[in-house]
């Protein structure tokens, strides 16, 4: 039975998983953090023809010591679930008008020098904002443009943007570049620095699976920080939602590794003794 339900998965989901992966490859920017579904279809393959009959031949010492590995896959399932339901509950809270700067998070650059259309979509959703807040109060935000240049690429993505911005017909005169940065923290950081030293109310944007640990990272530097997602496609939601997952358990590495260690210890030691 189990050998006929690892083969029904691998016949369902593998493929989807590569499909996937494939997609994000052709439409966005080709690094390690794009590649999360081949590396879990390569995870999966690995446990279910490799681990999986080893185990079964294995001493029982040696079967009680392994099951780490399906203890461990069931609690990054469950750590998963937590994690989605904070994050889509984090979507659904107000936002309040009365911004004194967005901090627009940069992200990978098509062929080096391209906005793509995440980041698109970013920029859009903080004009947008923007507009919206000039109607109802009268007062604009600041908007900073937070992003660094990457190897491939032949400009800062803080500048990409705010070109963007002027060229799709946004005056750029109440804009910022921040240029220094190489991941969310830095962008964070390095922004918060050039921020007038009476800012109160910040809003970071993003695409809508950043948000939830963009807002996380934030409570460091003492701002009222608030998150705004820009429209992610669809075919990059799957691979988005595990590289967060991944780098929000990072963050809190030394509670799950207690926990997760925890659970492993009693369980080997009532199977060893059982």
């Known amino acids: 039975m189990a050998i006929v339900m690892i083969l029904l998965l691998a016949i369902t989901i593998l493929p989807g998983m590569i499909t996937n992966n494939l997609l994000v490859y052709k439409r966005e920017s080709h690094n390690l953090a794009n590649s999360l579904m081949f590396l879990l279809a390569l995870a999966f393959i690995i446990y279910a023809f490799a681990y999986q009959p080893a185990v079964v031949k294995a001493p029982k010492l040696i079967q009680s010591i392994l099951t780490i590995v399906p203890i461990s896959i069931a609690y990054l399932f469950v750590a998963f679930a937590n994690f989605l339901t904070a994050s889509m509950l984090y979507y659904f809270k107000p936002i309040k008008y009365d911004q004194d700067v967005l901090i627009v998070l940069g992200s990978g650059l098509i062929n080096g020098d391209k906005v793509g259309r995440l980041l698109t979509n970013r920029i859009l959703a903080a004009i947008k904002f923007s507009d919206k807040q000039l109607h109802l109060t009268g007062r604009r935000p600041l908007i900073i443009f937070s992003g660094g240049q ?6 800062s993505e803080g ?24 991941n969310t923290y830095q962008n964070l950081l390095f922004s918060s620095q050039l921020m007038p030293s009476q800012v109160q109310h910040v809003l970071i944007v993003s695409n809508t699976y ?3 640990r963009a807002v996380m990272l934030a409570r460091y530097f003492g701002f009222e920080y608030q998150g705004l997602g820009g429209k992610t496609p669809l075919y990059f939601i799957p691979n988005a939602l595990v590289r967060e997952f991944v780098a929000v358990s990072v963050m809190n590495r030394k509670r799950h590794a207690i926990t997760l260690g925890t659970i492993n210890l009693f369980v080997i030691i009532f199977l060893i003794f059982y």
Not at 168 to 177: A, M, P, R
């Open 150 to 155: 990457g190897n491939n690429e032949s400009l």
């Open 159 to 182: 500048l990409a943007m705010q070109k963007w911005a002027q060229n799709n017909g946004y005056d750029t005169s109440e804009t910022l570049i921040e240029t220094q940065s190489r």
């Open 210 to 212: 950043h948000i939830f």
